[in-house]
């Protein structure tokens, strides 16, 4: 009786190690969710400044704004800019994705080891 008592408290603290993983995992996905969203609202705001840039003339003028002031730069300039600045957040889309197809993974595995152990543990009670 004393080591099924003693093996059901490691039973125990194993499986409130599992749950806080699951729960750290879980805060890692919701923070991923929260930067995707951030860079998508990003990158819907650039894709409609490239449309707005290519409405206009070649000697259109063009300003950025730098801090409280605003600066003129060329159209071609602006142009790279703003292509490139789509690029990196398409490229940081892509890398949160996998980071979430990963953490989603875990996740499930977590998942799958508590509902075992949970399972095991009940198993136990019903011996004793």
């Known amino acids: 009786m004393a080591s099924s008592s003693s093996s059901s408290r490691e039973l125990q603290k194993e499986l409130e190690a599992k749950a806080n993983d699951l729960s750290k995992i879980q805060k890692d996905i919701s923070k991923n969710h929260q930067v995707r969203k951030k860079y ?3 990158l819907g705001e650039n894709e409609l400044v490239l449309k707005e840039l290519d409405l206009l003339n070649e000697d259109a003028n063009v300003y950025k704004l730098i801090g409280p002031v605003l600066v003129k730069q060329d159209l071609a300039e602006a142009n790279a800019n703003v292509k490139k600045r789509i690029e990196y957040i398409s490229a940081e889309l892509k890398r949160l994705d996998s980071t ?4 989603e993974e875990k996740q499930n595995s977590k998942k799958e080891a508590i ?3 949970q399972q095991r ?3 136990g009670k019903a011996k004793a």
């Open 115 to 117: 509902f075992k152990l």
């Open 100 to 103: 979430l197809q990963d953490l």
């Open 40 to 42: 998508t609202i990003q």
């Open 121 to 123: 543990m009940q198993a």
